[in-house]
């Protein structure tokens, strides 16, 4: 076979070539923009000379701290194409956190929305790597600021080379993008994606037996930018020639029921928090949401009664899937295999409410307390990855070790399988309660008080007991109708008549609200100290 | 990213991990065979262990000279993944060619269905690098045969080891194939395959937007598994699982279609001699196609009067394809764009009758007279194609310089290409009749005449001319029904009402067959040979 390296050169191309009609939708701060494939094409490819003109070239960082837009959808192609590297920062973090990973990658350009620059304002002292700022403004002008040097993303478009020809000699292994994810202490370690990962990861969301992501799709990527590529879905979109939605700064549920009615987006992707947050709006008005064939779930476990309320009473169906920073993201899609669609309803939702199997491309093992578990729903262990996009390390990251070891990315994640394979979270390997010398999921309790009709969100973790070592306490969020109407005793006796004694959480606790991280997870760390405090204060 | 190589192994361990319980249907001479991918994969490594044990090492080339069944999956697999070279050999070939390819791969072993035994006798002296034989029987016995030495596939697989572990250490650009390609003249030519550009090509085939082949499927290659490796759906069926149909020695197209009917066939593939035979017996016959969702038909280009009967008639949806031994083989498509589903049918079928456009991984370019043609469906050109499973050689074949220039692969297919990227084969080049100075398509006439009601396949080609350089002949086989009562007046006046004056024909044979290579295309040299003997005899 030819010696041919896989970049994402060809992927542009392609889109460029066969799909120049198809419509890109960018909800900005001045409206909904629209623009074809051949636009957008043509101003990467603006974007990349201009880059160059900057002084920036191969192997160099460029970052981008940006909302789901068009301008970011050009930066995701500009930037690799040309053999830079895009470095996706989550605008979500804490400004010590923003800065450590800027001058961390040592970036040296670093692409902004014009409602982000003022966090960019405070920390711009500390970025020394940073030789030019670009202002992604829908505005004529520039606004205010204090960035130097700064330029304004259209201008720079307007002046840059729509005949720009991207090399065709770049190395399948060479760097095309940087993600960071947050660790449980410490500073955000970074995973560093290659061209060869990319080609092969996008190549898999287009699978029949995945998220069959299709060229007749109109796809909204409600899962940031800053955030694992958005599960690399701008990618596949574009290899495509899919119909994109991009719903732009701070789309609240509302937004983005709106953008599905309007656009009649048939593919969704986000966090179970975005789910939950369009079905509270479902309830309470109407949306024609007909046209969603799949609303993506991954990055935290969806709890069943989540997926049946979507798929019953919305007629929404659910796709869950798994995957992490570290894996591109896709690892795992749970699609029923042909012969589990005869089964009941119920069955079925609990088979789809589980991870899934893994996909193609990949391996994978659970380990547990001695060696690989059994494929019996119930043995926990941790799961392992490898693949060819599959981090094999963090960059210039001494905690590699701790996580990539003998050629396995070790997740982290707890979980169990079942005879078919179906793979099922039950935990992170630190938010595991460990009782009296056994394991207790906080995720299985979690999903089912959040089963129970009054409950908005719940969250349990592990405080630490002088007899059994630690002992789950839940933290709960009621619905608005079911505040002070509901006591502890009540959702304690719900979680009695489903597990067995032993798992019951000791106490039960109401919150406004669940603290949740930059990318909409359970903030546990934050609620074990709550804890600690309340029972050993 | 991880340093992970791209191999069959783990496409052969999903399966058997994920996908035990599903089926494998084999049609034997001893009836329907029936196992589970478990007792596949097991046989398979058994058949690895045994090949071992023989001597057969890294990078020795393993013949297989077999239809399409269980065994010869099995050898798909255990060959490949122990880190030797699957060597399909043609069984259609002449002895002479089989007795060359044989010695020009320097096999090691070679599997024989036990009908086909007798081929083989015939050249044994002739094949010093066979060091065993092992003979694929229904039978318990072993057939009486001068092979030696010569093995009984079951009772080797009987001695095999079952847990035999494959290597996890082959290079991804390693041989896992082999496949001859027949040449114009000269001997055969051999095309080598990677584990890299089967990984590729073979999820390449479970995208939504190519065949969409999917665990759902109930997938029979017609294709035989001698050419071009059955276009890879054996390798791509097991990756996700799909049941699968093989249709066994010698199938006829009433064969085939009981084997749709009983085993609900959703996915099946095979050059257009299969669906116009398949065709005729529908006309004649009743059967049950309802469960089919794609009849895949590539090889040469299908007529859009047989895609029009097969839908319209019969409910048979079609998906034409195109590729060539040397591309793995799938290299264009031909599925509707989102926005083309609003045509009328007629504008649909015209556009489904083409090859389609590019499958995502790979380029291509329409070379004419002066360079990249225009996208307007009329300027004619060589087909270029590169990617990462486009062969980059012919082995050890001085030839490879004729068809591999500047990285790129020459197909000798002349197409043109619309405004939407579909590709059109319009001849090979050395099929296209050349008069006047202007090029004439061969096929666009054949396939004109073939849309006749009258006519069941016909062939044009070209004869040399004394004032026009070349001029164009057809060769036509009436229907049964139409025979002694169509003239050739009639199908010429047919082709003056469509094409300009200077295209039609200057003579119109009626035949009793047209002959045919040994993978059903119509072989033109034989008719030219014919032409001439007839014009200038």
Redesign the interface.
């Known amino acids: 076979?030819?010696?041919?390296p896989?970049t994402l050169r060809?992927?542009l191309?392609?889109a460029e070539?066969?799909?120049p009609?198809k419509e890109i939708v960018s909800r900005t701060s001045a409206g909904i923009f629209r623009y074809t494939y051949a636009d957008f094409v043509r101003r990467s490819r603006c974007l990349s000379s201009v880059l160059e003109s900057l002084g920036v070239h191969r192997g160099d960082r460029v970052a981008t701290f940006a909302w789901n837009h068009h301008r970011h959808l050009e930066a995701y192609f500009a930037i690799p194409c040309m053999g830079a590297v895009l470095h996706t920062v989550n605008i979500r973090l804490s400004l010590e956190h923003i800065a450590y990973i800027i001058n961390h990658a040592e970036d040296k350009v670093l692409l902004v929305d014009e409602d982000l620059v003022p966090l960019i304002e405070n920390i711009q002292h500390q970025l020394p790597s940073i030789q030019a700022y670009i202002v992604m403004t829908d505005q004529p002008e520039l606004p205010a600021t204090t960035l130097q040097p700064v330029y304004s993303y259209e201008q720079l478009i307007e002046q840059g080379d729509s005949a720009y020809a991207y090399p065709d000699d770049l190395d399948e292994?060479a760097p095309m993008g940087m993600c960071y994810t947050s660790a449980t202490t410490g500073n955000p370690k970074g995973v560093?994606?290659?061209h060869?990962?990319i080609f092969?990861h996008s190549?898999?969301f287009?699978?029949?037996?995945t998220a069959?992501?299709?060229?007749?799709d109109t796809v909204m990527p409600i899962v940031p930018m800053f955030h694992a590529n958005a599960w690399g879905i701008p990618f596949t979109s574009v290899?495509?020639?899919a119909?994109q939605v991009l719903p732009g700064p701070g789309p609240t549920p509302k937004i983005l029921l709106d953008l599905i009615q309007q656009e009649k987006v048939t593919l969704a992707a986000g966090v179970p928090t975005i789910w939950f947050g369009i079905l509270k709006v479902l309830e309470e008005e109407q949306y024609d949401v007909s046209s969603l064939r799949a609303a993506i779930c991954g990055g935290s476990a969806a709890p069943r009664g989540i997926i049946e309320t979507f798929e019953t009473k919305f007629g929404i169906p659910f796709l869950h899937a798994y995957g992490m920073t570290e894996s591109?993201p896709l690892a795992t899609v749970s699609?029923l295999?042909?012969?589990q669609?005869e089964l009941s309803q119920g069955e079925k939702l609990d088979i789809r409410s589980k991870q899934g199997?893994?996909v193609?491309?990949?391996?994978m093992k659970i380990i547990g307390k001695s060696g690989d578990v059994k494929w019996d729903g119930q043995e926990m262990g941790e799961l392992l990855l490898?693949?060819?996009?599959?981090?094999?390390e963090y960059y210039n990251d001494d905690r590699t070790k701790e996580t990539f070891i003998d050629?396995w990315?070790h997740t982290g994640d707890v979980a169990v399988i079942d005879e078919?394979?179906f793979v099922k979270l039950v935990d992170r390997t630190k938010d595991l309660v460990k009782s009296g010398g056994e394991w207790i999921s906080t995720v299985d309790l979690e999903n089912a008080l959040m089963a129970h009709p009054a409950v908005f969100e719940a969250s349990v973790v592990g405080v630490p007991h002088p007899k059994w070592d630690e002992r789950p306490i839940a933290f709960v969020v009621l619905k608005e109708g079911a505040k002070g109407k509901v006591e502890k005793e009540e959702l304690l006796a719900f979680l009695q008549a489903q597990f067995t004694k032993w798992w019951v959480p000791d106490d039960l606790v109401f919150l406004a609200e669940i603290p949740k991280t930059s990318v909409g997870k359970f903030m546990k760390r934050m609620l074990r100290e709550q804890a600690k405090e309340h029972y050993f204060s």
Chains 1, 2 share one sequence.
């Open positions: 076979m030819m010696n041919y896989l060809p992927i191309e392609r070539k066969f799909f009609k292994n560093v994606y290659s060869r990962g092969l190549m898999t287009g699978l029949a037996d069959a992501l299709s060229e007749t290899w495509l020639g119909k591109s699609c295999k042909s012969y669609r199997i893994l193609p491309g990949l391996e490898r693949g060819p996009w599959i981090a094999g050629g990315l078919e394979g």
